[in-house]
């Protein structure tokens, strides 16, 4: 049973940094893409940066690109997304997802429950 388990979010003042973390007990990251997702209050969920099973980062938003860094410690089985220079415009849940594409199962994914992100102005 694949389980995500997101952590680090919280309350940040406009500049400052957080780090979220996203943990899976299984070795899923090994061999899944694992994003990082947010949704702000009255938004669409949206993409915000992707690391492959290999560790090549990829930034879906280039409002972030710079300010956020993905990066995975994979004998911590953790996926980890540091947001340095926050902008209140960051707001939102944030929410890690696992997928892959196989020729036997199609795609295949996993959420998690999300964690909320807040930067105060």
């Known amino acids: 049973q694949v389980q995500l388990v997101e952590s680090g979010g919280g309350l940040a003042q406009a500049g400052g940094s957080l780090t979220l973390s996203c943990t899976d007990q299984?070795?899923?990251?090994?061999?899944?893409?694992v994003s990082w997702y947010r949704q702000a209050p009255g938004e669409r969920r949206e993409l915000v940066a992707t690391i492959t099973p290999d560790g090549t980062p990829e930034y879906a938003d280039s409002s972030v690109e710079g300010r956020f860094t993905i990066s995975k410690n994979s004998a911590k089985k953790t996926v980890y997304l540091q947001m340095t220079t926050l902008t209140p415009d960051d707001t939102a849940v944030y929410y890690c997802?696992?997928?892959?594409?196989?020729?036997?199962?199609?795609?295949?994914?996993?959420w998690g429950q999300g964690t909320q992100v807040t930067v105060s102005s």
């Open positions: 997802n696992a997928f892959r594409i196989s020729a036997m199962y199609g795609r295949q994914e996993y």
């Open positions: 299984g070795s899923i990251f090994n061999i899944y893409s």
